[in-house]
T-cell receptor, first 115, second 110 residues
Framework: DAGITQSPRHKVTETGTPVTLRCHQT?????MYWYRQDPGHGLRLIHY???????DKGEVSDGYSVSRSKTEDFLLTLESATSSQTSVYFC??????????????FGSGTRLTVV | SQQGEEDPQALSIQEGENATMNCSYK?????LQWYRQNSGRGLVHLIL?????REKHSGRLRVTLDTSKKSSSLLITASRAADTASYFC??????????FGKGTKLSVIP
C-alpha cells in the first residue's frame, strides 16, 4: 500500500480565512486526487493531478485551488473558506500495475469545520 | 457525470446472513470497483471488476457485473459484525479516475 498521509486531521477555521490541506505520498504515484464527502452526496471530486504541475478540475472545484510542486505532495487550498466548505476531505492516489489501473488508496481524511 | 447509484441506501441484517447491495450506472464503463468505509475512516478498496468480466470473488465477497443491464452487485456471505460499514461502488469510465455513488450503509447485528 502507498504511504499516504493527510494533514491536519481536524481543523476549525473562520469564514473568510484561507486554509491549506496537505496530502503526502511516499511511493511516487503519478495520479493524486482530492474528494470531499458530505451526507447525501457521497464523494465528489474537487481536483486531481496527473503529474508535477499538471492539475485539472473535478466536479466541485469552485472555491478551491491545488498545487503540486513535487511528486509527493498535493495541496488543496480554500482561498476564502465558507460554511459550505465544511466537509470531510479525502486525498487518494491511483494504484497501477504497469499501466493497468488497480484502484485508489485513500488517506484518512481531514475534517474541516468553517464557522 | 457517470455516477453509480447504490441500492438499498441502508441494510440491516443478522450476523451470519448474506448481504447483497446493488449498483446501477448509466453509460459504458472500463471497470467498476467496490470500497468499504468504516465510520470516521478513509475508504478501503475491496474489489475491481473489468467490463469484460462477469463475476469475481475475494474471500467472502462476490461481485457480479451485467453490462447489458448496467448494474453490479456485491454479495457478502456469512456476514460478521465487523462488516458493519458503508459500501460504495465506483465507476471507472476512462483514464485513472473514479466516480463514486452515495453508498449503502450496512449494519450487521450480532
Amino acid at each position: 500500500d502507498a504511504g499516504i498521509t493527510q494533514s491536519p486531521r481536524h481543523k476549525v477555521t473562520e469564514t473568510g480565512t484561507p486554509v491549506t490541506l496537505r496530502c503526502h505520498q511516499t511511493e511516487n504515484h503519478r495520479y493524486m486526487y482530492w474528494y470531499r464527502q458530505d451526507p447525501g452526496h457521497g464523494l465528489r471530486l474537487i481536483h486531481y493531478s496527473y503529474g508535477v504541475k499538471d492539475t485539472d478540475k473535478g466536479e466541485v472545484s469552485d472555491g478551491y485551488s491545488v498545487s503540486r510542486s513535487k511528486t509527493e505532495d498535493f495541496l488543496l487550498t480554500l482561498e476564502s473558506a465558507t460554511s459550505s466548505q465544511t466537509s470531510v476531505y479525502f486525498c487518494a492516489i491511483s494504484e497501477t500495475s504497469g499501466l493497468i489501473f488497480m484502484g485508489y488508496t485513500f488517506g484518512s481524511g481531514t475534517r474541516l469545520t468553517v464557522v | 457525470s457517470q455516477q453509480g447509484e447504490e441500492d438499498p441506501q441502508a441494510l440491516s441484517i443478522q450476523e451470519g446472513e448474506n448481504a447483497t447491495m446493488n449498483c446501477s450506472y448509466k453509460t459504458s464503463i472500463n471497470n467498476l470497483q467496490w470500497y468499504r468505509q468504516n465510520s470516521g475512516r478513509g475508504l478501503v478498496h475491496l474489489i475491481l471488476i473489468r467490463s469484460n468480466e462477469r463475476e469475481k470473488h475475494s474471500g467472502r465477497l462476490r461481485v457480479t457485473l451485467d453490462t447489458s443491464k448496467k448494474s453490479s452487485s456485491l454479495l457478502i456471505t456469512a456476514s460478521r459484525a465487523a462488516d458493519t460499514a458503508s459500501y460504495f461502488c465506483a465507476i471507472g469510465a476512462g483514464s485513472y479516475q473514479l466516480t463514486f455513488g452515495k453508498g449503502t450503509k450496512l449494519s450487521v447485528i450480532p
